[in-house]
T-cell receptor, first 115, second 113 residues
Framework: GNSVTQMEGPVTLSEEAFLTINCTYT??????LFWYVQYPGEGLQLLLK?????DKGSNKGFEATYRKETTSFHLEKGSVQVSDSAVYFC??????????????FGQGTILTVHP | NAGVTQTPKFQVLKTGQSMTLQCAQD?????MSWYRQDPGMGLRLIHY???????DQGEVPNGYNVSRSTTEDFPLRLLSAAPSQTSVYFC????????????FGDGTRLSIL
């Protein structure tokens, strides 16, 4: 079956530090890959996505590249801000027919950024 | 534009009680789903629907029922609450297609005593 593995957390950084959150996946076929962010007390919001190999998703300074050869979709940001403190989820959506839209999530990574 | 609306936001139940979590979306999305979020486990799919009158089980369906009588609404019913169902529940909706992002509600925090 499909699975997503995220790096162990939590991650604590100082403002303006470089961020990497690792994500690897196992899936049949050609999944679409997503990063979602959850701010305290809120639901999940789409951060970025990539739908085919070598695609780069980007949003709000965050980037992730769909690497089929390494089955990875690592999230990066060059300079984090206190407002980036949240939980980050890597997810995939795979399969056709009635499987569309079913997301498989990683366990989430808590990011805390200090001033 | 309200997006996905979940009610209630918080609920405390006693073991054995039943209740319905409500979910409504105003984006005319075909696909709707329910997830539960537990610490260290990410989100796990409970049930989903690809359109009115069509539902199917996800990864953790036991103890939950769903129905989809309209495009807009997708309620989740707990038949006989158990402490293991203490969790945060999220409803999501999307257009058809595996590359379509899910739109999530703000969640319902449920405690079973």
């Amino acid at each position: 079956g499909n699975s997503v593995t995220q790096m162990e957390g939590p991650v604590t950084l100082s403002e303006e530090a470089f961020l990497t959150i690792n994500c690897t996946y196992t899936a049949t076929g050609y999944p679409s890959l997503f990063w979602y962010v959850q701010y305290p007390g809120e639901g999940l919001q789409l951060l970025l996505k990539a739908t085919k190999a070598d695609d780069k998703g980007s949003n709000k300074g965050f980037e992730a590249t769909y690497r089929k050869e390494t089955t990875s979709f690592h999230l990066e940001k060059g300079s984090v801000q206190v407002s980036d403190s949240a939980v980050y989820f890597c997810a995939l959506s795979a399969g056709g027919g009635t499987s569309y839209g079913k997301l498989t999530f990683g366990q989430g990574t808590i990011l805390t950024v200090h001033p | 534009n309200a997006g996905v609306t979940q009610t209630p936001k918080f609920q405390v139940l006693k073991t054995g009680q039943s209740m319905t979590l409500q979910c409504a979306q105003d984006m005319n999305h075909e696909y709707m789903s329910w997830y539960r979020q537990d610490p260290g486990m990410g989100l796990r799919l409970i049930h989903y629907s690809v359109g009115a009158g069509i539902t199917d089980q996800g990864e953790v369906p036991n103890g939950y029922n769903v129905s989809r009588s309209t495009t807009e609404d997708f309620p989740l019913r707990l038949l006989s609450a158990a402490p293991s169902q203490t969790s945060v529940y999220f409803c999501a909706s999307s257009r058809q297609g595996t590359n379509q992002p899910q739109h999530f509600g703000d969640g319902t925090r449920l405690s079973i005593l």
